[in-house]
């Protein structure tokens, strides 16, 4: 039973448009979520997080808008670049505990110059 | 180096034979996470040691598995008479405490196992 799901498993965008990578979770405990980007060979990195008490947070290029009533979460990166393309995870877990981080299958984004 | 480092980063092995997989994580962080990654699918949580704690292991899939941390520092896991199942990329990670709201684990490389 996948508590998290990452039901794309590839996205290809065009450089300078948005890229929005969805994920679902389906655990209602779920409170914290995060996104982690990993380059081939490397260990994933982390790059954004939410709480449950926001619906929005941003930085930079980067924004994650969270809608909790679908039990949805989505990345949006704009504008794309090529150094953007990676395979990212969603995750997500109960009352900020690490330990109990459940990860989706993850979402290769191409970003095409 | 500053980061988690793993090795060996690539393993193959034969079946039956038995495995060990070396994490030497970030210097002061107390938290140690082992995960794994099949292919096509999410990472998979093994075991986490927290200081001077029990480790939570709910997250090995068999008593093949085995995890240790010595000195609260440098962690190995073992996998006894490998399967070919048990081929994916192990990895490592660790944070400075173990809540996630401080931001975020801080991952090794990896390790691929390979078992033939």
């Known amino acids: 039973d996948q508590q998290v799901k990452q039901n794309s498993p590839s996205l290809s965008v065009q450089e300078g448009r948005i890229s929005i990578l969805n994920c679902d979770y389906t655990?209602?405990?779920?409170?914290?979520f995060l996104w982690y980007k990993k380059y081939p060979a490397e260990g994933p990195t982390f790059l954004i997080s939410i709480s449950s008490i926001k619906d929005k947070n941003e930085d930079g290029r980067f924004t994650v808008f969270l809608n909790k009533s679908a039990k949805h979460l989505s990345l949006h990166i704009v504008p794309s670049q090529p150094g953007d393309s990676a395979v990212y995870f969603c995750a997500a877990s109960p009352s900020g505990s690490a330990r109990q981080l459940t990860f989706g299958s993850g979402t290769q984004l191409t970003v095409l110059p | 180096g500053a980061g988690v480092s793993q090795s060996p980063s690539n393993k193959v092995t034969e079946k039956g034979k038995d495995v060990e997989l070396r994490c030497d994580p970030i210097?002061?962080?107390?938290?140690l996470y082992w995960y794994r990654q099949s292919l096509g699918q999410g990472l998979e949580f093994l075991i986490y040691?927290?200081?001077?704690?029990?480790?939570?292991k709910s997250g090995l899939p068999s008593d093949r598995f085995s995890a240790e941390r010595t000195g609260g520092s440098v962690s190995t896991l073992t996998i006894q008479r490998t399967q070919q199942e048990d081929s994916a990329v192990y990895l490592c990670?660790?944070?400075?405490?173990?809540?996630?709201?401080?931001?975020?684990?801080?991952f090794g490389e990896g390790s691929r196992l390979t078992v033939l």
């Open positions: 655990n209602s405990m779920f409170d914290y």
């Open positions: 210097s002061g962080h107390t938290a």
């Open positions: 990670a660790s944070s400075l405490f173990g809540g996630v709201d401080t931001g975020e684990l801080f």
């Open positions: 040691f927290q200081g001077n704690s029990a480790p939570d």
